[in-house]
């Protein structure tokens, strides 16, 4: 709608100077105009003349410059309206980059880290088989015969009841509880049926798009805030930087590990990019598989090229 009223930085700035020799040369044009009355034709012109203001009778009337306080004021008030105008006219745009989608193909072999995932505990190993011992045959012999004794019970017999010596029963402690299961940590899939995207493009349609779209918002927010090290640039060091970190199933993003560096401090500066993913208003679109998000192993590589 009010596309015609943008103002670039250039027009500004030539605002602002017109404006100033414009007023330069409106001083100029009185300073030069009150300088040409000469005393004598004045006294002349106004000699028969009575002063009807206190102005007046300081003052000649054609130099008297409150008579031109009216036109100065509507200037001011047509300069302010002016500035307010260009002010919010005044339009910038952000520095257009040129993606290239080839800036994700990783240049080269990269040794790239096994994905860290538990392991199940072995197995306990089997028992060791019994030691069999051979019994040699021995004959017990009885020293003494053994005495048999008569315990027929007749009518007359007398019975007398056992003594029950009754016991303590001591309480036995409960037995203690068994140690907690040892953590278990998540498995980190490398390859998942729907890859972490970069946030900022969940308007389009169909996953294709949107995985494109995230693609080039990630190459445009990598290359607006890569920050390119001085030792680096006064050095003429170019080349690629490759580096693999974790998308966690919030869409944060951790651990992140400098597989390739080309020195003078691009690897760093690199791997600051990336850790500042964290600090925006959207996180990442995590990785799903089987519709459940999980955690996926994520490898970028960015390309430092110094531009004449």
Known sequence: MFKELEISSLGVGLFFLLLIIFMVGIVLFFKLKFRSYKLQNLVAKNSGKKPVTFAEQTKFPELDVFNISSSLFNFGLAVAVGIALVGMSWTTYEKKLKIDMNELIVDGEVEIEVPRTAEPPAPPPPPPPPVI?????????????????????????????????????????????PPPPAPVEEEIFKVVEQMPRFPGCEDKKTDKERAECAKIKMLEYLYSNLKYPGLARENGVEGQVVIQFVVEKDGSIKDIVILRDIGAGCGEAAQNVIN?????????????????????????????????
């Not at 040699?136 to 004794?149: A, D, G, M, R, S």
């Not at 959207?282 to 004449?308: A, C, D, M």
């Open 133 to 177: 011992q051979e019994v040699p045959n021995t004959v017990v012999l009885l020293e003494e015969q053994p005495v048999f004794e008569n315990q027929e019970v007749t009518m007359d017999t007398k019975v007398e009841m056992p003594v029950v010596l009754e016991k303590k029963v001591v309480a036995t402690p409960p037995p203690p509880p």
């Open 276 to 308: 500042s993913m964290n600090n925006m208003g959207q996180k990442w679109t995590p990785g799903k598989q089987r519709g459940r998000p999980v955690k996926v192993l994520f490898t970028l590589p960015v390309r430092f090229k110094i531009e004449v």
